[in-house]
């Protein structure tokens, strides 16, 4: 059975970071990209960060270039989301999927994220 799980969100505030990892079971991370997505309220799912299988390539929304770091440790089937100077507008519920060819069938049930004073 597949399984993706996040975890390390909680609050913060704003200017603070936080560390997401997103921990895969019954999926070799080896042959899959990984993606970083979330959704805040009342608001639809959207892309943050992407990886490739090999950790070669990383593509990153225009609202976290600069802030955000994905990456991955194949070794523990682990990908990470380094997120720094956290903004209030980053609240949401972060999801990691796995997938192939920009298509992510695995999906993990989410962590929230909320950035406030």
């Known amino acids: 059975q597949v399984q993706l799980v996040e975890s390390g969100g909680g609050l913060v505030q704003p200017g603070g970071s936080l560390r997401l990892s997103c921990v895969a079971s019954g999926l070799d991370l080896d042959y899959y990209a990984i993606g970083w997505f979330r959704q805040a309220a009342g608001k639809e799912r959207e892309f943050v960060a992407r990886i490739t299988f090999s950790g070669g390539s990383t593509d990153y929304a225009d609202s976290a270039k600069g802030r955000f770091t994905i990456s991955r440790d194949n070794a523990k089937n682990t990908v990470y989301l380094q997120m720094n100077s956290l903004k209030p507008e980053d609240t949401a519920v972060y999801y990691c999927?796995?997938?192939?060819?920009?298509?992510?069938?695995?999906w993990g049930q989410g962590t929230q994220v909320t950035v406030s004073s």
């Open positions: 999927a796995a997938g192939v060819g920009g298509s992510y069938p695995y």
